[in-house]
């Protein structure tokens, strides 16, 4: 089947915000978790410099590791601590705990080897705080703080500056905690004398006892406890609400952000503020640099701004926009639907709201969000703001013009709706407004559409607009070159009485569909001359209709609220019916097939030539529902493996979900764009080396094995690393002598490869054929990720990290067969050829 | 409850303009609080009376007040006429005027151990005076300083003494007589001094200052150097309040927020700015330390008492307390102002339309003004009264109007025809009043003399058993004027007989002062309001409380008894003698002694259940609530927002939004 063959993946939408980020000491990097990758960012040119694979589960926390400066700490959600060397991309250490449901976790400087560690209990928002100590060595000791009723918010956790106290707030409560005798202390303050504050954040000042508390009503609550019994607060006031709370490096500022985007800068001693205004979206996390320099602001619309102390924006860091606005709300994005953008290789999709985003999956960059409805954002308060919002977006095919239509709709007032017509200047790059016609239609506007570029003589662009009162207009550039603009140049409909809900054109441009509920009326373009009609054989109302492309030009492809029709435009009758409820439809521009997606969230091609669906794809690409589909086009024509998959010869199918992101279902076995969703891959020096099977096997020093593999494990991990040993040996012959290191570094290694065990020789060509009868590979990689607990690359701990070259021995250490010489991803690539072929 | 044909009245003229309050002094040896205000009256209120005003004492042209102090329970006040004045400590009657010499007095304080009284003058001198046995004598006077003394404070242990002037503070060792310290404060441009508006010593020899360019500022007393300041306020911090241990500040100004300030840090020597409480809406000119929390008060002519322990505060309204209106029959009103009488007559409803409970009726005749009254020589009226009307001969009503200032008492009757063209209203004023008639603190008419051949006599001379010491404040007369009840400041209520002018009995005694009562129109019952908010009924012939006073005691609910104000006005429905009509400056409640108590713990009164106490919070600030006859209810009302219409205007505040 050829669905097996294919295979969905994320490609952006990742959440860059879900842990606080880190500011590397000297300010060079910035270090991002996107769920269970960790990327570490130049903060220079906001560029990935290095990532840090190898978490299974999402990463909680990042810290820096206190022992080496040059090291982070990173903490998932099933308690496994990664150390990384961030500057070489190099994993150092992993650290298993048998803690799970890990929702936060927070080191100390004064307290290197301790993290204190908060648990998801089964009642809703309490955490149970645990103190972990780590030693290098992988041993572990879990000791319980009796705190039964943390929040499971990172935020409300704290440590004072000695590493004395425990400081967390929870509801209305701001406790102190002492960690030696478990004592605990707890205030509370009001408002006015009325309600009680509830807090929502904390920070802890890095020299002094002082504490700040965020509260949910915008106040901050500085607290001296100087004793504890007794402390003095002081309260600021700016925010509506309040995300999160740092102190810089020295203490001498507290930094402030929330839900307005504002950066406040207090003064805590005197109780003056410096605001930065308009950053963007609302703010969840702030973060000052060690070295004073840098502020960090992370936006929910997942951007993160790096700020210098003056102010001024340095660098931004943004991954695909998610749509903050709509989670505030609770409500389904309304999204444009995704469109491409032949000029930039972009997908423009919603952004920030009234923006339009254009993202690169190729080189897997937010380029711009292109502002639309040009109004100054009002962050959301108490009560519901209704904002002017995009609904339609549409690019002509040669990505010189774009039409937009925005509105804003209170149910109160009248309905405020915008056509707006955007031309790209060759110049300056980028969009300029050309034409805005308010109000183009007496009712809301349902479509919009571009004429394609066809092979009539009529080449002036043209759009059609359809809307709920019935009518639609096609409007057409005009004038000449140095003044252009767009006007209304015919305006018609079938039945007054009746919505148009949806319209497409033909390839060629010649011919107009419009969807009247049950009826769809066609008009030749671009005189607009009425021709005929359909009607639903069973009076349900059409829902979209769409023209085929290519091979099947002659055929529509309708859509109802149960069926699927194909008509032949030759004879207008139907061709096939397909009983089938779907949400979306999208053709393939390259090519005649159509995407399909159901109301139960199944991906579909559809080859109107042949009437049938031709792929399925059973899993959903996630749980949350499918929001748009789009064919988006390979930068070189390929040619795929079975001929069920020719479809994917130039394009690809782009997927946005309900949750913001971004996927391509595309065959499987392309590796070369990188996966978010990949299995992990134990992330070594290798990618920053030379691709050479020598460096690799010296960099991964032969380790004893650390315990707790079963049998099993280890005969396949055996037999395939022996197989690959042959291989790495031949290739070593192979390789010219100028390129191999000094000989006397090989030697021992050359001649103990060269050993092998009886019983894995015996095994090597069983255990090889039996991988590749093993269709997933996922056993292997399993398999080898246990492995790697035994890896260990420490610059700081030369006696761990030495070459143990004389474990190889097989008459002082059987075992030691067992180790890898080979670079994990060298064997994976290996594997996969294997496969493939 | 019953239903009322309400009189709204809202042309009460109350002028909070001359009642800003500019000082505060407590004194907590007997829970008193004297605050001066802008017409340079002085009253005094008990605190342990539920902030009962107690007494007034009136303005005299000739002495402002700038500074009030206490000392051994006496009061002292000075101002720019250069005296003192001493007032007695349990009537508050002037005893003497002290001159000083240096001119004009800005300040006044008392030393901690309550001997001395130091004085800051115009000609920047320090005067001390001992108080002795009653009298002061002038001490000492310290050397003369280049400018006005703006404000002083002794320190604890009263060796020394701050006081601030213009761009300076000055601290002086009393036992050398001379400035040992001298702080030189900076000023926000060359040609705008900086005023010290106020001063405190700590024990541990911190000085506090605040000053006009918005500064709190905390000095080491001993070396006169800076330990801290703090740019708290927006304009000029006028007055500063210290906590008896010290650890605790609180200032505030013309920027109307009351910053507190707290000592931190491990050696208790840091201070930090701990919380802001804006409640006030204008310049807050003083502050005082109570016992539950700092007093606050200022141009808004209210208080406010920000209680320590919980943030909580508590609003008391700077109005009168007493009855300034009294209501006759015929829909007589007579206002009483500070230094004028108004006799109005009520606007009177289409006849007897009905509509429904809520709405308004329509007005057949309007409101009008009958008579104003000046007091001679612009003299502070005390108290009023306005008699029942009568109908004289041939048309028209009689009606007798009576007020007392604080020298003189004044009886007039009027001729009232309203029915004619032009309407006439005929004043004639009693004279040859008898030497005994001493002015009054409480007026009451009970009967209506026949009006020809007027010649005023003393009737009899009733002597108050006990004696009250600080004298009685509260009058009521019988319907039929066979009795008459007493209250007065020491928690004392006692019942006479008029004709005979003995006693008859005086009522158990009550931990608390009196604030109004009234008659039973016809059974011999006299309702009596403390200020702990408990209503007590007694049974003047039988000698003991009534039935439904028995049953009640101690059963009050919470939200009755909790954080009200002091009730004004009380007394039985005519309509129904079940019913007690009771209001305060905020709530107006109709008590029905047939039906239920709710539980002692309630802390909201439940509208849906049927109970006693039945409470409207519709009308705001009532001045006076009397029932009329007929089922109509007088409500005088003077609303918040003409109060804040009519204050000056406050420092401009940035509000967001606006």
Redesign the interface.
């Known amino acids: 089947m050829a669905a097996s063959a294919i295979g969905v993946r994320r490609i952006a939408g990742g959440n860059l915000i879900s842990a606080k980020p880190f500011i590397s000491n000297d300010s060079k990097y910035i270090i991002c978790a996107v769920f269970r990758n960790v990327f570490v960012y130049s903060t220079e040119t906001g560029e990935i410099v290095r990532k840090l694979f190898g978490h299974e589960n999402e990463v909680i926390a990042i810290c820096e590791n206190f022992r080496n400066k040059f090291q982070v700490v990173t903490v998932d959600s099933a308690g496994f601590i990664f150390i990384w060397n961030y500057e070489d991309g190099m994993a150092v250490k992993r650290i298993t705990t048998n803690i799970e449901d890990v929702c936060f976790a927070h080191c100390h400087p004064s307290l290197p080897s301790l993290f204190f560690v908060g648990c998801k209990t089964n009642k809703a928002q309490v955490a149970v705080a645990l103190e972990v100590q780590w030693e290098l060595n992988g041993n572990v000791s879990v000791k319980d703080l009796y705190l039964k009723h943390v929040s499971q918010s990172g935020v409300c956790f704290a440590i004072d500056h000695k590493g004395q106290y425990l400081l967390y707030v929870k509801h209305e409560a701001f406790t102190i905690v002492e960690r030696a005798s478990n004592r605990c202390y707890w205030f509370e ?2 408002c ?3 309600r009680l504050e509830s807090f929502v954040c904390i920070a802890a000042h890095p020299s002094q006892a002082v504490a700040a508390t965020g509260c949910k009503n915008g106040r901050i609550y ?1 607290w ?1 406890y ?2 504890v019994s007794k ?5 600021f006031h700016w925010h509506t609400s309040i995300s999160d709370l740092c102190f810089t490096a020295e203490g001498g500022f507290l930094l402030s952000g929330g839900i307005e985007g504002v950066l406040v800068r207090w003064r805590p ?3 003056r503020k410096e605001l930065r205004p308009r950053l963007g979206g609302p703010i969840q996390w702030v973060h000052s640099s060690k070295d004073n320099t840098l502020y960090a602001t992370c936006h929910l619309e997942n951007c993160i701004q790096l700020l210098n102390t003056s102010f001024t924006v340095k660098q931004i860091i943004a991954e695909f926009t998610l749509p903050y606005l709509s989670k505030q709300r609770r409500r389904i994005l309304n999204t444009v639907g995704l469109h491409y953008d032949p000029v930039t290789g972009a997908v423009l999709t919603n952004g920030k709201p009234g923006h339009v985003q254009f993202y690169q999956p190729r080189t897997r960059k937010m380029l711009f969000n292109l502002d639309i409805v040009c109004q100054n954002f009002i962050s959301p308060s108490d009560e519901d703001l209704v904002y002017t919002e995009l609904s339609l977006v549409a690019l002509s095919a040669d990505g010189r013009w774009l039409a937009t239509v925005e509105q804003r709709n209170d149910g109160v007032t009248t309905l405020e709706h915008r056509l707006k017509f955007w031309g790209f200047n060759d110049v300056k790059q980028e969009f300029e407004l050309n034409t805005k016609v308010v109000s183009p239609h007496d009712q809301s506007v349902t479509q919009v559409r571009f004429r394609p570029i066809g092979a009539t003589t009529d080449d002036a662009p043209m759009v059609v607009t359809c809307s709920a009162d019935g009518t639609f207009k096609a409007w057409r550039l005009e004038g000449d070159a140095t003044k252009q603009r767009w006007l209304c140049a015919h305006r018609a409909y079938f039945r007054s009485d009746m919505a148009a809900t949806d319209c497409d054109m033909a390839e060629d441009g010649s011919l107009l569909a419009v969807i009247y509920g049950n009826f769809i009326a066609f008009w030749a373009v671009p005189q607009c001359v009425f021709k005929t009609y359909l009607a639903e054989p069973c009076q349900h109302a059409f829902s979209q209709v769409c023209f085929g492309r290519t091979r099947a030009r002659h055929l529509l492809v309708t859509a109802s609220s149960n069926a699927v029709h194909i008509w032949n435009l030759l004879t207008f009758t139907p061709v096939a019916q397909l009983l089938l409820s779907i949400t979306h439809l999208a053709a393939n521009p390259w090519s005649h097939e159509i995407a399909l997606v159901t109301k139960r969230n199944l991906l579909a091609v559809l080859d109107p030539c042949l009437g049938q669906v031709v792929v399925t794809l059973p899993n959903p690409p996630s749980t949350s529902a499918v929001m748009a589909v789009m064919f988006y086009p390979r930068h070189e024509q390929r040619h795929s493996s079975s001929p069920e998959l020719g479809w994917l010869n130039r394009a690809k199918l782009m997927v946005l979900d309900q949750r913001g992101s971004l996927h391509a279902v595309d065959e499987k076995f392309e590796q070369d764009e990188g996966d978010d969703d990949a299995a992990p891959a134990w992330s070594t020096m290798t990618r920053r080396m030379p691709e050479n099977p020598i460096m690799n096997a010296l960099l991964h020093p032969v380790r004893k094995r650390g315990a707790g593999l079963d049998a099993d494990d280890d005969e396949r991990v055996k037999s395939r690393h022996d197989a690959a040993r042959k291989k790495l040996l031949d290739e070593m012959l192979a390789t010219p002598a100028h390129c191999l290191p000094a000989m006397r570094t090989l030697c021992d290694f050359f001649l103990s490869a060269m050993l092998s065990t009886k019983s894995a020789q015996k095994d090597t060509t069983l255990s090889l054929s039996d991988t590749r009868e093993e269709d997933d590979d996922d056993a292997a990689r399993t398999a080898l990720h246990r492995e790697e607990d035994a890896d260990d690359v420490d610059l700081e701990h030369p006696d761990e990290s030495a070459i143990d070259v004389s474990a190889m021995d097989t008459t002082t250490a059987p075992p030691a067969l067992d180790t890898s010489f080979v670079s994990k991803e060298y064997l994976q690539s290996l594997l996969d050829l294997q496969l493939v072929l | 409850m019953g239903d009322f044909r309400v009189h709204r009245v809202k042309f009460y003229n109350y002028d909070p303009t001359s009642k800003a309050i500019n000082n505060l002094a407590y004194s907590s040896s007997n829970a008193r609080l004297a605050l001066s205000r802008s017409d340079n009256s002085i009253e005094i209120w008990s605190c342990k009376d539920n902030w009962l005003l107690e007494q007034t004492i009136p303005s005299e042209p000739e002495h402002t007040v700038e500074a009030l102090t206490w000392c051994q329970d006496v009061l002292f006040s000075a101002g720019l006429s250069g005296f003192i004045n001493q007032f007695h400590h349990e009537n508050f009657k002037k005893i003497r005027s002290f001159p000083c010499d240096g001119g004009s007095i800005w300040c006044l304080n008392s030393s901690h151990d309550q001997t001395l009284i130091a004085v800051g003058t115009e000609g920047g001198s320090v005067s001390l005076l001992d108080f002795l046995e009653g009298t002061i004598k002038f001490n000492c006077s310290l050397a003369r300083q280049k400018h006005r003394i703006i404000s002083l404070a002794w320190h604890p242990n009263d060796e020394r003494m701050a006081t601030g002037t213009i761009d300076n503070i000055l601290i002086w060792s009393l036992s050398q007589k001379c400035v040992v310290q001298s702080i030189s404060l900076p000023r926000e441009s060359p040609n705008k001094e900086t005023i010290v508006w106020g001063v405190r010593f700590t024990k541990d020899n911190t000085l506090i200052s605040v000053d006009s360019s918005g500064y709190t500022s905390f000095w080491d007393g001993k070396f006169g150097t800076l330990l801290k300041n703090f740019r708290s306020h927006k304009a000029d911090v006028l007055c500063l309040c210290v906590d008896e241990e010290g650890n605790r500040v609180w200032s505030s100004g013309v920027d109307p927020a009351i910053v507190r300030f707290e000592r931190s840090g491990s050696d208790k020597k840091s201070w930090k700015q701990v919380r802001s409480i804006a409640h006030h809406t204008h310049d807050v000119r003083s502050l005082a330390l109570v016992p539950d929390g700092i007093l606050s008060a200022g141009v808004d002519n209210v208080l406010i008492l920000n209680r320590n322990k919980s943030d909580s505060y508590r609003k008391l309204l700077g109005f009168p307390q007493q009855n300034l209106i009294h209501a006759s029959n015929e829909n007589l009103v007579l206002f009483q102002y500070n230094a004028a009488i108004e006799l109005w007559k009520l606007g009177t409803a289409v006849a007897k339309e009905t509509v429904p409970p809520g709405d308004c009726f329509q007005l057949e005749s309007d409101p009008r003004l009958l008579l104003k009254l000046q007091a001679a020589d612009e003299q502070s009226i005390v108290c009023s009264a306005i008699s029942q009307s009568k109908a004289a001969e041939p048309s028209g009503s009689i009606v007798w109007v009576a007020y007392s200032s604080a020298d003189e008492l004044a009886i007039f009757w009027i001729v009232l025809d309203l029915q004619s063209v032009p309407p006439l209203v005929d004043v004639h004023q009693v004279t040859g009043m008898p030497e005994e008639a001493l002015p009054a603190v409480s007026l009451v008419f009970s009967q209506m003399w026949e009006m020809d051949n007027i010649r005023p006599r003393l009737v009899c001379s009733v002597p108050l058993d006990p004696a009250p010491t600080q004298g009685a404040h509260l009058l009521s007369v019988t319907h039929d004027g066979k009795h008459f009840a007493v209250g007065d400041h020491d928690n004392n209520v006692s019942i006479y007989r008029l004709k005979k002018g003995r006693i008859l009995c005086t009522l158990p005694s009550h931990s608390c002062q009196p604030v109004a009562m009234c008659f039973h129109p016809t059974e011999a019952l006299l309702a009596i309001a403390y200020s702990d908010q408990q209503i007590v009924e007694f049974d003047y012939h039988n000698c003991s409380f009534s039935e439904w006073c028995r049953r009640v005691s101690g059963h009050f609910p919470k939200f009755w008894l909790n954080d009200r104000p002091n009730i004004h006005s009380l007394y039985y429905n005519p309509g129904n003698v079940q019913q007690f009509i009771i209001a305060n400056h905020q709530h107006l409640t109709l008590l029905d002694k047939t039906e239920d108590f709710p539980p002692p713990q309630m802390k909201q009164p439940d509208d849906d259940k049927p109970e006693a106490f039945h409470t409207v919070s519709r009308y705001q600030y009532l001045a006076h609530v009397e029932p009329l006859e007929e089922n109509e209810l007088l409500v005088v009302e003077v609303q918040p927002a003409s109060l804040f219409s009519k204050l000056p205007p406050a420092l401009p505040q940035k509000k967001f939004g606006v």
């Open positions: 303050r009001t006015y004398g009325k500085l001296y100087d004793s402390p003095v607060s002081t309260c001693d005197t109780a």
